[in-house]
Structure formats: C-alpha cells, structure tokens
C-alpha cells in the first residue's frame, strides 16, 4: 500500500529513545485494555531493560511535558492528544492488512453495482464493518467534474427529456416542457453541437465566451436553450454537502470512552448534523492520501474527544471525495490506517472501471 500522510513519521526534536519506547508501549497497551496503565504493568509486560522506578520517573516526566496524562488520582496514565500525535507521526508500525481482511473487502464488493451512489453507500457498510467504527463517505465534488456527454430524448412533441454524464459517471436528467415541437432530427443536431463544444469542459471554464457561441447556435431556441444550460451548471455545480453518507453511528456505543450519555450525546448529535458530518470530511478532501486527526485538532468541537481517519479517492488521478471513519482517540491506528487506505484505494479502482463504461 502507497499511501502518503498528512503528518511526518519523524518528529524534529522530538524525545529520547527511551521515553519514546515508554510512550509507545502504554499508548499500545491502553489502545488493547482501555485502562490506564502503571509503571508495575509496563515493567511486568514489556521487557525494557529499566527498574520500575526509572520508569516511573519517565513516565513522569512524559506527563510533565504533555505528553501522558493521569485520569484519575493515584490511576495510571493514558495518552494525551499531543501524546498521540506524536505516536503516530514517529511511532506508529504500519500493518499490512491479512489476506483474509483483503479477500472478505473484495467479497463485499463482488456484487458490482452500475449507480454509484450504491457504491459508495457499500464502501462505507464495508468500513464500518472492518473497523467497527461510524463511517462517512463524501461524493464526488462535482465542482471539479468534467462534462462527458449530453443526450436530448423526446418523450412526445412538446417533452424533451435531457441526460447529462459528467466524467465521475454522475448523470443527471431534468424532463424540459417547449413551447413549440422541436422535431427528432433538430435535437439529434443539439445534442451534436452540445457534445463538441463542450467536451472535457467543467464547469469553471464554461465561461461567457463558450455560452455565447452555443447561443448564437441555439438562437432559434432560445427558451431551450436556457433549460438545458441550467442543467448543465446543475449537473456541475457543487453538491458535496448535500452528498456525505453515513454508516454504522451505533457502532459508538461500544466504545467505553462513550459509556456516559454526557460524552456520548454531542458525538450522536454530531453524526446526525449533515453540516457538520461535511465538515469533519470538507478539509481531508484536499490533502492527498490519508489524513489522521486527533482529538482537539478537529475543526467540530463535538469531536475533540475523537479521531478521525480519512483517506481520499480518485478517478484517473483526480480527486473526487473522501472515506474516513470517526472513533475515539484510543482507536488502533495502524489497523484503522490499513483499512482506509485500503478500501479508498478499491473504491478508486472500480470507479475508474466504471467510468470507462
């Protein structure tokens, strides 16, 4: 897997080997137990080479710098969110998914669909699956989208429906009522003009000019003319907020972070929020690869007690959204990393293939 990340895998003046070590193992630790974990635990565990009371001291000192944190009076320690960033940046082992994991993805996936939206309403049933987490998907931004074809078929005399294809394989159609017949043979000449003035256009260079010369063509009809650019500039606005879905929220419940319904309620109002589901994806949408935001570093205050992994995807080499999934910031990184990157590569893949049908 050929992923880039957001953050660097070495932090510049960063701590001693030996506190590096301390952190990772209670971050692993608590990431499995969910209990705080004492310095008697790790000397138990884990074979350092220290005494127990040099770990103490460390583990000291590593709360001292923010980088642990005690809980509870006389608890062990956890991470803090500075903790963890820095055990994913410089820490953290990236895992190979098993072949098994691989091969029950792409099972899920055998039933291929031909509408997309249903591809991606599967790509996120498959990541909650995986890494029982909730799972959010942003569609394509058609902003970006590049207009393919257009196709003008008549219902009757004085009904016209119109197909437009963007090159993300979205279609939109709009059924156009004209206040006189326009006859089969003149639509098939629209739909020819269409087609060669604006292939490979998106929706940023459909300027004056380009309108302009379609209209002149079109002067004829001019109340068509307008129905079928409104549609075109609807088939390529932007639409990602109303485009972001959901899998799997009740999947926080099994988190013990959440047990309590004073923590529990902002993360389910927050899932819940299509606004705000759009803003915890709108940012990663714009980096390259995965992307791991920790705790207070979410722009939604809802989740500063969370983490979330995304990963974009793409279409012959250009972005079209994102997938990521929403979890407490103990979640398992390098397994959750996997995943995502994983499946948002796959979904790359087949809508690739399905753009070339």
Excluded: W
Excluded at 117 to 142: C, E, G, H, M, N
Excluded at 259 to 288: F, G, Q, V
Excluded at 306 to 327: D, F, K, M, P, Q
Aim: hydrophobic share 35%.
């Amino acid at each position: 897997m050929n992923r880039e990340y957001s953050g660097k895998r070495r932090v510049d003046g960063g701590l001693d080997i030996r506190k590096e070590k301390i952190l990772q193992v209670v971050t692993d630790d608590y990431i499995e137990s969910a209990e705080p974990v004492g310095s008697r635990t790790i000397a138990k565990k884990y074979n350092l080479g220290i005494s127990p009371a040099t770990i103490r001291n460390e583990m000291s000192d590593l709360e001292e710098s923010g980088y642990l944190r005690q809980p509870h009076t006389s608890a062990g320690r956890i991470p803090s969110h500075q903790g963890y960033r820095y055990y994913v940046d410089a820490l953290m082992q990236e895992r190979s998914l098993s072949q098994s994991e691989l091969e029950a993805i792409r099972s899920e996936f055998e039933a291929k669909t031909k509408r997309i939206d249903s591809l991606l309403q599967q790509t996120i049933k498959v990541l909650s699956q995986l890494t029982k987490f909730p799972s959010l998907i942003l569609a394509p931004q058609l902003h970006a989208a590049v207009f393919k074809y257009i196709q003008l078929v008549p219902i009757n005399e004085y009904n016209i429906l119109v197909l437009v294809v963007t090159d993300s394989g979205f279609i939109e159609n709009k059924l156009i009522e004209t206040p006189f017949p326009i006859h089969e043979d003149e639509l098939q000449r629209i739909s020819s003009m269409l087609n060669r003035k604006l292939q490979g256009v998106s929706l940023r260079n459909l300027g004056a000019t380009l309108m302009r010369e379609i209209k002149e063509e079109m002067l004829a009809h001019d109340r068509f003319f307008h129905e079928t650019m409104q549609l075109l500039v609807k088939a390529l606005e932007t639409k990602e907020k109303e485009r972001v879905y959901l899998e799997g929220a009740v999947n926080i419940l099994e988190q013990p972070e959440f047990k309590e319904i004073e923590k529990l309620k902002p993360i389910m109002m927050l899932l819940e929020t299509e606004e705000k589901r759009y803003n915890i994806l709108a940012d990663s949408s714009l980096t390259h690869g995965i992307r791991i935001t920790i705790g207070e570093e979410n722009t939604e205050e809802a989740a500063h007690e969370c983490s979330i992994v995304t990963a974009t995807y793409e279409v012959g080499g250009r972005t079209l959204g994102a997938i990521g999934v929403l979890g407490p910031t103990r979640m398992d990184y390098a397994r959750v990393v996997s995943v995502v990157g994983f499946v948002a590569e796959y979904l790359s893949d087949l809508l690739t293939d399905l753009c070339k049908k």
